[in-house]
């Protein structure tokens, strides 16, 4: 792996919409990240954590599967800064349910989308030091 590959945050794409997904990968990636997926179910982002852990994540909450609630858990519990782009309704359930999360509300431009990845990650950054 390049130097240049190794500084490049990683994130993890869930979104199981496949043009949105290709076009967001595409967005980020200019932005200088590597991107993982996308995943468009819980079930197959999980089985890529088994043996992987990204920086970041974006998520939609609800996936070909369900909810991404497992998936969140999981990236919680690692740790792993996560923004959930959704078009779905905030309900009060589901606020209490990502109660930590970043939300960005679909539709949303891709550049509201990279802004709210570069704040997470120097959230974390902080957070870490």
């Known amino acids: 792996m390049s130097t240049d590959s190794q500084s ?3 994130v ?3 979104e199981d919409e496949a043009i949105i997904a290709m076009n967001l990968q595409a967005e980020l990636e200019e932005a200088g990240y ?3 997926g996308s995943f468009d179910t819980c079930a197959g982002a999980l089985a890529w954590l088994e043996n992987e852990t990204p920086d970041l994540a974006v998520l939609d909450t609800v996936l070909k599967d369900g909810s ?3 998936l969140a858990a999981e990236l919680t519990k690692r740790g792993v800064g996560f923004i959930l782009w ?3 309704l905030q ?3 589901t606020l209490q349910e990502f109660v930590d999360a970043v ?3 679909k539709p949303s431009t891709h550049k509201t989308l990279l802004n709210a990845l570069a704040s997470l990650r120097i959230e974390l950054h902080l957070q870490e030091a």
Do not use: N
Request: contains cysteine.
């Open 91 to 93: 309900d009060k359930q």
């Open 68 to 70: 991404c609630k497992a």
């Open 34 to 36: 590597a991107v993982v």
């Open 8 to 10: 490049r945050r990683l």
């Open 12 to 14: 993890l794409l869930v």
């Open 86 to 88: 959704s078009g779905h």
């Open 103 to 105: 939300w960005v509300r």
